[in-house]
């Protein structure tokens, strides 16, 4: 006879472990039992040795699917005569630290069930088991039970309790479970919060607004969607309109994957990722025969494409039979709504009418965005699906939070040896995103009952998230941002020092003041330098540039000509200003007004596409750089420009001026822009090989917001695999500042300083 006490640690609750872990044990002849805790599932079991030998072989080989085990504690005991096994009420004491699961697609189970009339769940849209359902955006706190659930005030019928009291059912445990006769139900509101319609009836009406012509705002699975009918062009420039959102890609939401696949081309992966569990928005390529409204995504060849992923959906999408834009419920800028009565405030001047429900969301949940790159996916946006993203750190660290970056921000915690990163929760810029990230900071550390003792945030002292992290009275400690993006990158791929990082983003404040953002970061130890970066230019208007390319081409140009500059009258980024602004814009450069110096890769995108006329103004973040990303579609190139590399005491700068000449001569030649945007992303991929060989790490890490471009990251992976570099990208965690909160957790676990 054996006794063990088992501990095991990783993705353990809301999967079905304790059912699989009964009837394992069962079918073995192991009595004993199984529980919940804080920390995972424990398991005392006793029997015979080689049945408990072939149990503890057997839970790595036939665990749910859904499930993952990263540690394994075995402890003996003397046998107690245990008579039958059982499944204990869940464990309270302890460490918090269990995987918290996220949000899952509808199974195919129950995907039958909710089409099938014989079924008492038919039509119903909140059926759920435990393989799928929501888990993250309803959960308040470890152990994931009903009771730490919004569903708890929900009390199960007799069968939905039977169901989930018998280990031999699927829903066993399935914490949301629920029926029409005991769960949440659907209503249909007027902008006025007027009840119009219950249960089938309402999402019947609803979708009579949307074929309509008319804006639904749905109340999903972490907030709210606004959506309307992707095919009627007027119907998508009015929502335009009222979310004050110009020309930023909306996503779609397609009734099958045979649907989709009318519009857009897609791969085998691109397919699995669409029906996985995590059901995210993929980037797809769109058709030329396409009947999407050209206003879904103007200029953009990609369309941003999910599946149904609740039943909800499902049985909207069905009725609906058409795509439609599935775009998140708030204002540009602001985060979404996920309580009817807040959206009503917030969205009452957007939508039509309001298909609501009332299972309250715990936290809000954006739906994730993945794209394909080198074969591989990329998450863009990390939520719905994808967080709370996990990450093991080599080291126990103190009780620590990270308050991420100012756009893209999410916010982490680290325990022990364990860090939760949140999902994505936006750009900073409003009242009302800042008040969010508190709300987000907060409702992670209440799962894990977490009380940080020391808070981790950026260099820049305006951020929000930094002042954020001064207010909390503890101690602050400050991480250079490209640093920070490095880290992020080397934790997605568990690598260890000495790692070059090329950290290439928008802007970042350096330790020399300056805007950092075409960087060079040699991790090495404990110790982060900027080995190289590019050659900096001006940005007449400072944060202004982010927006408007043309002051960027301008102040690259003004580097290059001086004042020569503005003889050029036939120049593209000139042309876009009015006289008057010219005559300002000059008075800026030449006496340094407002006009700070920065090494941004992004900016310098941003120059080349005014310099070809492609983007002068962006009406979104990043919206210059796709377009020259996009344009190199329609001019494939095997060429590269001239660069310099020009070595000082302290570091290498990569000196594009060489580039920036002949990209001129080929506009004045005539050169397709198409061409040229290839040649420039093809010369950007020759400076990173040049810096490494330089720098003679073969461990290369390619990080930041430029890296989100799928031209650059595939040309550069290859020059550096074809001259023998191990080069590494972003997989889990976001190339963006959406792993900025990451990369500061990994500085402080590890003690990185920065060399100055």
């Known amino acids: 006879m054996k006794h063990l006490l088992i501990k095991i640690q990783g993705t353990v609750q809301g999967v079905g472990f304790r059912p699989f872990v ?19 599932v424990e398991i005392d079991i006793e029997g015979d040795s080689v049945n408990i030998d072939r149990f503890i072989s057997r839970l790595d080989t036939e665990k749910p699917p859904l499930s993952s085990i990263e540690s394994k504690e075995l402890i003996s005991h003397e046998p107690v005569g245990y008579k039958e096994f059982v499944v204990r009420t869940s464990a309270k004491s302890g460490d918090k630290t269990a995987l918290v699961l996220p949000d899952l697609a509808t199974c195919p189970e129950c995907l039958k069930e909710i089409f099938d009339p014989s079924d008492r769940r038919y039509r119903y849209p909140f059926a759920n088991c435990t393989n799928c359902g929501p888990r993250y955006s309803i959960i308040h706190t470890l152990p994931y039970d009903r009771g730490n659930t919004t569903m708890k005030i929900f009390p199960m019928c007799p069968r939905c309790r039977e169901e989930y009291e018998d280990p031999s059912n ?66 998508v420039r009015l929502l335009r309109k009222r979310k004050a959102r110009e020309e930023k890609p909306l996503a779609l939401m397609y009734p099958s994957l045979e649907a989709a696949s009318r519009d857009c081309e897609i791969s085998t992966i691109e397919k699995e990722l669409l029906v996985s569990p995590q ?56 985060p979404i709504c996920i309580n009817e009565y807040e959206a009503l405030k917030r969205l009452g001047d957007i939508a039509d009418l309001f298909l609501v429900h009332n299972r309250p969301i715990a936290r809000q949940m954006d739906d994730s965005i993945v794209r394909m790159m080198n074969g591989r996916p990329t998450v863009m946006r990390n939520a719905r699906g994808y967080a709370p993203v996990p990450v093991n750190l080599a080291n126990h660290v103190s009780s620590c939070m990270a308050v991420g970056a100012h756009l893209k921000n999410a916010v982490a915690i680290a325990q022990g040896s364990l860090v939760f990163a949140s999902q994505h929760i936006g750009d900073l810029e409003t009242a009302e995103a800042f008040e969010a990230m508190k709300r987000v900071s907060a409702s992670l550390s209440n799962i894990y009952e977490f009380k940080p003792e020391i808070v981790v945030a950026d260099l820049h002292p305006d951020y929000l998230s930094t002042r954020f992290a001064g207010d909390t009275g503890l101690p602050v400690k400050k991480v250079q941002h490209h640093v920070a993006h490095v880290l992020s990158c080397m934790a997605d791929n568990h690598l260890d020092a000495p790692v070059l990082g090329v950290s290439w983003d928008g802007t970042g404040l350096g330790t020399d003041k300056t805007i950092w953002g075409g960087e060079f970061i040699l991790i090495n130890g404990k110790t982060a330098r900027r080995l190289a970066h590019l050659r900096l230019f001006p940005l007449p208007g400072g944060d202004y540039a982010a927006r408007e390319p043309r002051r960027s081409a301008l102040g690259l140009l003004f580097e290059i000509y001086g004042n020569d500059l503005f003889k050029m009258k036939e120049l593209a980024p000139l042309m876009a200003f009015e006289n008057s602004d010219t005559e300002v814009l000059k008075t800026m450069l030449g006496k340094n007004i407002n006009t700070p110096m920065t090494s941004s890769a992004g900016r310098l995108f941003d120059a080349v596409s005014s310099i070809l006329d492609i983007c002068q103004v962006s009406r979104y973040e990043g919206q210059a750089a796709m377009m020259l990303e996009f344009a190199s579609d329609s001019g494939p190139s095997g060429r590269s420009y001239s660069f310099g590399l020009q070595s000082g005491q302290a570091r290498i700068v990569i000196d594009w001026q060489p580039m920036i000449l002949e990209i001129m001569k080929d506009t004045k030649n005539g050169v397709t822009a198409g061409e040229i945007a290839s040649t420039f992303q093809n010369t950007l991929a020759d ?70």
């Open 687 to 756: 400076i990173i090989l040049a810096v490494a060989e330089r720098a003679g790490e073969k461990n290369i890490v390619l990080t930041g917001g430029c890296f989100q471009n799928k031209y650059l990251t595939e040309r550069t992976l290859g020059c550096l695999e074809s001259a023998g570099f191990k080069p590494y990208r972003h997989s889990r965690i976001p190339p963006n500042d959406g792993g900025i909160a990451v990369g500061q957790i990994m500085a402080a676990a590890g003690d990185i300083v920065m060399e100055l």
């Open 170 to 235: 699927r829903r066993f445990h399935a914490q949301p479970n629920a029926c029409p006769e005991c769960g949440p139900h659907l209503e249909l509101w007027d902008n006025g919060g007027e009840v119009l319609a219950l249960h089938d009836e309402a999402l019947m009406a609803a979708c009579d607004t949307v074929k309509a012509g008319k804006i639904l705002a749905l109340k999903g699975l972490g907030g709210f969607q606004l959506l309307v009918d992707a095919r009627n062009d007027e119907a």
């Open 279 to 334: 059901s995210p928005i993929t980037l797809l390529r769109r058709n030329a025969h396409s009947d999407i409204a050209a206003s879904v995504a103007p200029g953009n060849p990609y369309l941003g494409v999910m599946l149904p992923y609740t039943p909800l959906h499902h049985l909207l999408m069905a009725e609906l039979a058409l795509p439609v834009v599935a775009t998140s419920g708030n204002l540009s800028d602001e």
């Open 22 to 40: 009964y009837r394992l044990a069962r079918e073995l002849g192991l009595n004993g039992w199984v529980s919940n805790s804080p920390q995972g």
